[in-house]
C-alpha cells in the first residue's frame, strides 16, 4: 500500500497544495484532518470537500469545540494562563489539541507520518511536532513549506496550474489564528513595531473607543470552573461563547505585545481574547478571597508563570506540566462563589465578590465598633517581625553605613 500521511488541513492555499505537493514530492496518499476548535470561518464541509478535490485519499472533520473548552480552555483559566504575563495562549493550547486528533487518525488509517502547514520559524511547528511524538514515538513528521520548499509563491503556481478550487488571488496582509479562546494576527505592516494596528486587524471585539452602555455580568465558578453566567447554568464552551459575545462588545481583550518565541525571534503579536480575558480577571478575583495567601503567592509567582511557559513551549504533555496540572487542581478545591464585573469600553473591572468558601472574615477585617479582631496582639507580633531589620540596622551603623537621617541640605 502507499505510504499515507495525515495532514493537519485548514482548508487554506498552503495546504491545499500540500495534499499534490508530497504526492509528487514524496509519492504519499495524503489523510486530510481539519479539527474545530470554534475557529469560525468557512463551514467545515466545504473544506472537507475541497481537500478531496485537492486530491486528499481522505478528508476527516473532527469537532473539538466542547473538547477544546473543557479540556484545554478550562485548565489555562483554572492555572491563569498567560504567557509573559500577557498572552492568554490561543494558539498554544489547540495545537496539542488539534494533534490528538491527527494522532487517532492516523492510527484510524494507517498512516506512519504528519504534516502540517507551518514555516519553520515559529513556535506551532515546535508544539505540533513534539505533540505529535509525545502521543505517538514512533511517528515521522513533515512540514512542506519547511522541509519541501512549498514557498507562497510556489504554492500560487502549482494550485492556478493544476487547477485546485482555493482563492490564489484573495491576498490577506495578515497571518491569522484563531479559536473559541482568541484570535492571534501578525506579518504584514504591523512587522514594524512602530506601526499601530489599523481597524481591520480586529475581529473579535468591537472598537473600545466607541462603548456602548456598561454591562454588568455575573459570572459563578465552582472549583475554578465558570459554570452559570447571571444565573443561567452553562457548559464551558457556552460560557466562552457568551463572554466572548458580551466582553467583545464592550471591546474587552485587545492585547498588543512583541514576545519571545520559543525558537529565539522576537515577534510582535495582536490578539484579542475578549471572553478569556474577562473570564481571567473574574477568576483572579475569586481566587483572591479564597485562597490562602502563601498558596495564592505561590500560584502566582512561581506556578503561574511555569506553567505558561511550558504550554507556550509546547510541554503541553510534558511529566512538569502534568505535575503543575495537579497543583492548579489541589488549588482550585474552594474558588467557588460569584464574581460581579462591569464591563465597559476595553475594561472589565470587578465590582463585587461572594463566596460559602471564602477566607475574608467581616469581623476581623471591619474598622466598625464590634470587630473581633485582638489588636493588642499586633504588638508582640510586629516586635518578633522586626527583630531582623533591627539587628541589620545596628550592624550597618556599626560600620557606618547607615541610613542618614538628615535632610538634605537645598
Ligand atoms: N505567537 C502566537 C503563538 O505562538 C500566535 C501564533 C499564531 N499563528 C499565526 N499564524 N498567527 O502562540
Partial sequence: MTERVVLAYSGGLDTSVAIGWMKDKLGVDTIAVSVDVGQGGEDMDVIRQRALDCGAVEAYIADAKDEFATEYCMPSLQANGLYQGQYPLVSALSRPL????????????????????????????????????SLAPD?????????????????????????????????????????????????????????APTKDVYNYTDDPAFAGIPDEVVITFEKGIPVAID??????????????????????????????????????????????????????ALEAVTLERMQLRYKRQMVEPAWSDL???????????????????????????????????????????????????????TYDSGDSFNQGAARGFIELYGLQSKLAAARDGKYGKGITLQASSL
Wanted: hydrophobic share 40%; net charge neutral.
Fill in 98 to 133: 488539534i494533534a490528538k486528533h491527527l494522532v487517532m487518525a492516523a492510527k484510524q488509517f494507517g498512516a506512519t507520518t504528519m504534516a502540517h502547514g507551518c514555516t519553520g520559524k515559529g513556535n506551532d511547528q515546535v508544539r505540533f511536532e513534539v505533540s505529535f511524538t
Fill in 139 to 195: 511517528l515521522k513528521c513533515v512540514s512542506p513549506i519547511r522541509d519541501l520548499s512549498l514557498q507562497r509563491d510556489v504554492s500560487i503556481a502549482y494550485a492556478e496550474e493544476h487547477h485546485l478550487p482555493i482563492e490564489t488571488t484573495k491576498h490577506n496582509p495578515f497571518s491569522i489564528d484563531q479559536n473559541l479562546w482568541g484570535r492571534a494576527i501578525e506579518t504584514g505592516f504591523l512587522e514594524d513595531l512602530w506601526n
Fill in 231 to 284: 444565573g443561567v447554568k452553562m457548559t464551558p464552551l457556552q460560557v466562552i461563547q457568551e463572554m466572548n459575545r458580551r466582553a467583545g462588545a464592550q471591546g474587552i481583550g485587545r492585547i498588543d505585545v512583541v514576545e519571545d518565541r520559543l525558537i529565539g525571534i522576537k515577534s510582535r503579536e495582536i490578539y484579542e481574547a475578549p471572553g478569556a480575558m474577562a473570564l481571567l480577571t473574574a477568576h483572579q
Fill in 311 to 365: 504550554v507556550y513551549e509546547a510541554q503541553w504533555n510534558s511529566p512538569l506540566k502534568k505535575s503543575l496540572d495537579a497543583f492548579v487542581a489541589h488549588t482550585q478545591e474552594y474558588v467557588s462563589g460569584d464574581i460581579r464585573m462591569e464591563m465597559h469600553a476595553g475594561r472589565a473591572v470587578v465590582n463585587g465578590r461572594r463566596s460559602e468558601a471564602s477566607l475574608y472574615d467581616f469581623k476581623l477585617a
